[in-house]
């Protein structure tokens, strides 16, 4: 819970940074950003890995193989930083470059699914 506090406060000082440069120099405020979602991330990289930990002791009671879940985590992961990604796009007057990142991570997300497509199809052909 600590740390938590600790990211919201880290959060709010970079959000009134940006404001402040934001009329200033509007790049350094899209780098900013990026920076500080990167320093979120790094702190809870940690928490995010017992997270995973929980997920395959899940999937080895529920009798599902652990190495299924690893494509999954990769799209999250793919998702979640396309959408950052876009975000700073639009925020800096960007939407075309941000449509672009959404297609990529949406092409990147499918190409890491392919073994879980895979699987499903060798399911379906079991069947």
């Not at 879940?69 to 979640?80: D, E, T, Y």
Request: charged content about 10%; some cysteine.
């Amino acid at each position: 819970m600590d740390v938590l506090f600790k990211l919201c406060a880290f959060a709010l000082v970079t959000l009134v940074l940006a404001v402040f440069l934001q009329q200033h120099s509007p790049q350094t405020t899209a780098l900013l950003a990026v920076a500080a979602c990167v320093a979120i991330l790094w702190v809870l990289a940690p928490y995010i890995r017992g997270l995973l930990d929980f997920c395959g002791q899940l999937a080895s009671r529920a009798g599902l193989d652990g190495q299924l879940l690893l494509p999954v985590c990769k799209v999250m992961g793919i998702a979640v930083c396309c959408r950052i990604t876009a975000e700073v796009c639009r925020d800096n007057g960007q939407k075309a470059l941000a449509a672009q990142v959404e297609l990529g991570g949406a092409v990147c997300g499918l190409l890491c699914a392919l073994p879980l497509l895979q699987r499903a199809l060798e399911l379906i052909g079991a069947l």
